[in-house]
């Protein structure tokens, strides 16, 4: 039994009833989640709303085939990108070629070799795995930019924008008045005599007083 954290959604699709149970007892015996369905309609609405992490699906349908289902699954996703496995009983070269043309990731033959299935789902485990392990640094990586970039634009005593910091700012907003064609005020302070303020109550007192 597989872990529950390494578990995949699975969306099963194929017309045959028999060889989707028993698909599914085999999946869900490894500790899967399945979902079935028995068509290119019923496959794309699954889809939808079920957001596998991996599709196994039939080339040979009635109405539309599984090369029309991976194609359609893919524009769907928009930019992401979810394993599909073809299921066939065709094994030809030009049967893969045309899987792996239409959008599909890997080519079974019919009937599915348990041993084989699962090392096929292994497979797709670890990839999944690198895919979030990738997330995750690049989610911290945006996060440590991100810090830098306001440790860079920042005084660390006061923090307010420092001079690059006003620098990029001053450009913003100058971008923005040019834009929208509206008058932009600059005003500049300035603390007299605070040389002196640090000379008689010294450094710490002048920080506070900042």
Same mark, same amino acid.
């Given at each position: 039994?597989?872990?529950?954290?390494?578990?995949?959604?699975?969306?099963?699709?194929?017309?045959?009833?028999?060889?989707?149970?028993?698909?599914?007892?085999?999946?869900?015996?490894?500790?899967?989640?399945?979902?079935?369905?028995?068509?290119?309609?019923?496959?794309?609405?699954?889809?939808?709303?079920?957001?596998?992490?991996?599709?196994?699906?039939?080339?040979?349908?009635?109405?539309?085939?599984?090369?029309?289902?991976?194609?359609? *699954?893919? +524009?769907?996703?928009?930019?992401?990108?979810?394993?599909?496995?073809? %299921? !066939?009983?065709? /094994?030809?070269?030009?049967? =893969?070629?045309?899987?792996?043309?239409?959008?599909?990731?890997?080519?079974?033959?019919?009937?599915?070799?348990?041993?084989?299935?699962?090392?096929?789902?292994?497979?797709?485990?670890?990839?999944?795995?690198?895919?979030?392990?990738?997330?995750? *640094?690049? +989610?911290?990586?945006?996060?440590?930019?991100?810090?830098?970039?306001? %440790? !860079?634009?920042? /005084?660390?005593?006061?923090? =307010?924008?420092?001079?690059?910091?006003?620098?990029?700012?001053?450009?913003?907003?100058?971008?923005?008045?040019?834009?929208?064609?509206?008058?932009?005020?600059?005003?500049?302070?300035?603390?007299?005599?605070?040389?002196?303020?640090?000379?008689?109550?010294?450094?710490?007192?002048?920080?506070?007083?900042?």
């Amino acid at each position: 039994m597989i872990h529950h954290a390494d578990s995949l959604k699975i969306l099963l699709v194929d017309d045959s009833i028999s060889l989707r149970s028993h698909l599914t007892v085999q999946l869900k015996d490894q500790g899967h989640e399945v979902m079935q369905a028995a068509d290119a309609q019923e496959a794309l609405a699954a889809f939808t709303r079920f957001r596998p992490d991996l599709v196994l699906l039939d080339v040979v349908m009635p109405g539309a085939d599984g090369y029309f289902v991976a194609r359609q *699954i893919r +524009e769907i996703e928009a930019g992401q990108w979810t394993p599909i496995i073809f %299921l !066939s009983a065709q /094994d030809s070269e030009n049967d =893969l070629w045309q899987g792996i043309e239409a959008g599909g990731d890997d080519y079974l033959t019919k009937p599915v070799s348990p041993v084989v299935l699962a090392a096929k789902l292994r497979a797709m485990q670890r990839l999944r795995a690198m895919g979030r392990r990738n997330q995750e *640094i690049s +989610e911290a990586l945006r996060q440590a930019n991100s810090q830098l970039r306001h %440790l !860079s634009q920042t /005084d660390e005593l006061t923090g =307010l924008h420092n001079r690059r910091g006003f620098d990029d700012c001053l450009q913003t907003e100058l971008r923005s008045a040019q834009r929208d064609q509206t008058p932009l005020t600059l005003v500049i302070c300035d603390v007299d005599y605070f040389k002196a303020y640090n000379d008689t109550l010294g450094h710490v007192q002048g920080d506070g007083c900042l």
